[in-house]
């Protein structure tokens, strides 16, 4: 039967690009806006010189945009094709069920505007993004409720799915496995989630 | 306490709407949902007094090894027949499972589990009538491995549980992930792994899980679907590159 093994293959490529290269993309993008901790001119220096990368633009689209395209698309037939049955069934993983697809919502609706003011701007304008951008940027408060949902959003839905990507490979198959990649979820949501929003809070001081 | 309130989700047929009736029958004992749908069926009148048809359902066992009497009591799919009365908050609330098609009332079609067992090759392949002599052996750890999963009797308990086992996903179930695990840990049954793993691959396999877990929370037996999952996950992604690569 021709396009049996499509859906499988699918939805194996979108548990592995969530992975690799977008979960990976989220761990050197905190890294690299790190440099924001060395002060405004070491963060403008730093985003001159990987604007400036004669690759970038093979980067962004292969390693980022087609990847987030592809698993954002997936996303959305298996939003369409599940259901919420929190009643009567409150259990721990149906938590993170629902919790999973609306973190995906949430984050794919922040990447998609912060893109485009801080990607697509200086894309559109030639100007690259600076630190007196980023702060300027940052003024209003619905601003920055909105970078913190977004990067807690990301960093859960990145955790979570890292932990149930390991169920859907067949990694972790005992309970003791999974529990502890349950554990790890909240420690890599904590720390990652403190680190993002530290970078944040650096730009708005 | 001398009555037990029932309020009974009722269906006339597979394309009449449901409505609600509500029922007192005499308490006894150490009753079971069971033993209140035949009270009512003795004499079906309902609460206002009015002459109503008896409750249609469906049990054979009665001792939750059949799956037969599978109903959602009190918001929560289970076998009415372990469903003890003196457990339950009243008035005891009977519906029928919502992810397959209603017959009438509480009774419902779960043919197209069968149809996913088929299609998964739940089963093993022993051909002819003639004396084959003894099995193969297998390894006590493994049998009680199997044993685990040996207990699933099909009632849709993981199905009704599942969010994504409903009408616009093609999802088989996670019964037949435990079947087809068990099926393929068999000596015999090992035989055709590679069959039932490409029908996983395939439509409404493994590939429509979401992990969400409820099937194993759900499961009257405590199979341990969501293992059998994972390492269907596993013995699928070899499986694959192995398909790819030979």
């Known amino acids: 039967m021709a396009g049996r093994y499509d859906y499988f293959l699918l939805k194996r490529l979108q548990s592995l690009f969530g992975i690799f290269p977008l979960g990976a993309f989220l761990v050197v993008h905190f890294t690299f806006n790190s440099f924001v901790f060395g002060g405004a001119e070491t963060f403008n220096l730093f985003v001159g010189a990987s604007q400036g990368f004669p690759l970038i633009a093979f980067m962004e689209i292969g390693l980022i945009a087609v990847p987030l395209l592809v698993h954002t698309l997936l996303g959305l037939i298996i939003i369409y094709r599940g259901s919420v049955n929190l009643v009567p069934y409150t259990y721990y993983r149906n938590w993170m069920y629902i919790l999973q697809r609306v973190t995906g919502f949430t984050a794919l609706a922040f990447v998609v505007w912060h893109v485009w003011n801080t990607r697509l701007h200086a894309f559109f304008t030639g100007k690259h993004v600076t630190f007196a951008y980023m702060q300027q940027h940052f003024g209003p408060a619905w601003v920055k409720a909105f970078y913190i949902v977004g990067i807690m959003s990301a960093v859960f839905h990145l955790a979570n799915g890292f932990a149930t990507a390991m169920m859907t490979w067949g990694v972790t198959a005992s309970k003791k496995s999974q529990l502890a990649m349950t554990m790890a979820t909240w420690v890599i949501t904590f720390f990652m989630g403190a680190w993002g929003l530290r970078i944040l809070l650096a730009f708005t001081g | ?246």
């Not at chain 2, 469906?58 to 027949?81: A, P």
């Not at chain 2, 009538?129 to 699933?152: E, I, N, T, V, W």
């Not at chain 2, 590939?207 to 390492?231: F, M, V, W, Y």
Request: proline share 7%; aromatic share 8%; hydrophobic share 35%.
């Open chain 2, 1 to 246: 306490m001398d009555e037990i309130r029932l309020k009974i989700k009722r269906q006339d047929g597979p394309d009449e709407l449901p409505y609600w009736e509500e029922f007192a029958v005499p308490y006894g004992p150490k009753m079971n949902v069971v033993m209140c749908l035949q009270a009512i069926q003795n004499d079906p009148v309902t609460v206002e007094g009015l002459p109503t048809t008896p409750v249609v359902w469906e049990c054979s066992c009665l001792e939750e090894v059949c799956g037969s009497c599978t109903m959602i009591v009190n918001g929560k799919v289970r076998q009415s027949c372990s469903a003890l009365v003196d457990q339950l908050e009243q008035p005891i609330t009977l519906e029928p499972m919502t992810k397959f098609p209603v017959v009438r009332d509480l009774r419902v079609d779960r043919s197209k589990m069968f149809e996913a067992l088929k299609e998964a090759g739940a089963w093993v392949t022993v051909d002819g009538y003639f004396d084959l002599g003894p099995g193969p052996r297998m390894a006590p750890a493994d049998q009680q491995k199997a044993y685990h999963f040996s207990r699933c009797m099909v009632c849709g308990c993981c199905c009704e549980a599942c969010p994504q086992y409903n009408s616009r996903s093609p999802f088989m179930g996670a019964f037949v992930m435990g079947q087809a695990f068990m099926f393929n840990t068999h000596p015999i049954g090992a035989l055709e792994k590679e069959k039932r793993l490409d029908a996983l691959m395939g439509v409404g396999g493994l590939g429509d899980c979401s992990n969400a877990q409820n099937c194993e929370k759900a499961c009257p037996k405590n199979i341990p679907l969501t293992e059998a999952i994972a390492r269907l996950g596993w013995d699928t992604t070899i499986h694959m590159i192995r398909k790819f690569l030979r």
